[in-house]
C-alpha cells in the first residue's frame, strides 16, 4: 500500500521560506511512470496544482510560482521536497504531496495535507 | 492555462436521486479528464480517470463521460456517503487546473 507523509512547519513568517517534505513508503521515488508532485488548497477553496518532480529528476513548476519554487528528490530517502521562496499570506494554504500516475492521468494517492499558515 | 468551470456550484438532492455534474473545460483536453471526490479535512480521492475509466474500488454508480471540452460526471442513485465535494482535472498540458468543485448536499 503507498501511502505519502507531509512534513514542515505549519508556520512560516512572510518573507520567508516554506520548506515541505514528502516522505513516500510502498513505493519507490527511482522508479519511472509516475509523476510527484504537490498541490495545494487554499482554505475553502478549491485545487492548485504547483508541479512535480520526475525519478530522473526532471521538474515541472507552475509558471505562476516558478519563480519561488524549487522541488527536489532525495531518493536514499525515499523522499521528494518543495521550497517556496518569499512567501505571502496568499501561501497560506494546505499542502497535499501527491502521485501522479502520468499514463493515466490523474492522482491515485495522495498525503493527508499539511496546513501552512503565513503570518508574523 | 486551461480554465475548468464546473456547473452547479452547488447541488441539493436526496438519497437515490440520479444526479450529473458537468464540467467545461475553455480548450479541448480530449479525453484527458479526472473527477475527484473530496470530504471536510480529507484529500481528494480519485473516481474517474481518462474521462470515463473507473477507479478501482470506486462503486459503478459513479459514471463519467464527455470528450474535447464537456464532461459529465454522473451519480446514479446517491448513497450517504456520497455527499461531499466533486472537482474535475484536465490532465491534458501544463500547468494541470482544475474546476472550482461542486458542492453536492443533502435536500
Known amino acids: 500500500q503507498v501511502q505519502l507523509q507531509e512534513s514542515g512547519p505549519g508556520l512560516v513568517k512572510p518573507s520567508q521560506t516554506l520548506s515541505l517534505t514528502c516522505t513516500v513508503s510502498g513505493a519507490s521515488v527511482s522508479s519511472a511512470g509516475y509523476f510527484w508532485s504537490w498541490i495545494r488548497q487554499h482554505p475553502g477553496r478549491g485545487l492548485e496544482w504547483i508541479g512535480y518532480?520526475?525519478?530522473?529528476?526532471?521538474?515541472y513548476n507552475n509558471p505562476s510560482l516558478e519563480s519561488r519554487m524549487t522541488i527536489s528528490l532525495d531518493t536514499s530517502k525515499n523522499q521528494f521536497s518543495l521550497k517556496l521562496t518569499s512567501v505571502t499570506a496568499a501561501d497560506t494554504a494546505v499542502y497535499y504531496c501527491?502521485?501522479?500516475?502520468?499514463?493515466?492521468?490523474?492522482?491515485?494517492?495522495w498525503g493527508q495535507g499539511t496546513l501552512v499558515t503565513v503570518s508574523s | 492555462d486551461i480554465q475548468m468551470t464546473q456547473s452547479p456550484s452547488t447541488l441539493s438532492a436526496s438519497v437515490g436521486d440520479r444526479v450529473t455534474i458537468t464540467c467545461r473545460a475553455s480548450?479541448?483536453?480530449?479525453?484527458?479528464l479526472a473527477w475527484y471526490q473530496q470530504k471536510p479535512g480529507k484529500a481528494p480521492k480519485v473516481l474517474i480517470y481518462?474521462?470515463?475509466s473507473l477507479e478501482s474500488g470506486v462503486p459503478s454508480r459513479f459514471s463519467g463521460s464527455g470528450s474535447g471540452t464537456e464532461f459529465t460526471l454522473t451519480i446514479s442513485s446517491l448513497q450517504p456517503d456520497d455527499f461531499a465535494t466533486y472537482y474535475c482535472?484536465?490532465?491534458?498540458?501544463?500547468?494541470?487546473?482544475f474546476g472550482q468543485g461542486t458542492k453536492l448536499d443533502i435536500k
Open positions: 518532480i520526475y525519478f530522473n529528476g526532471r521538474t
Open positions: 480548450q479541448s483536453v480530449s479525453n484527458w
Open positions: 482535472q484536465q490532465c491534458n498540458s501544463y500547468p494541470y487546473t
Open positions: 481518462k474521462a470515463s
Open positions: 501527491a502521485r501522479d500516475r502520468g499514463a493515466e492521468g490523474s492522482v491515485d494517492c
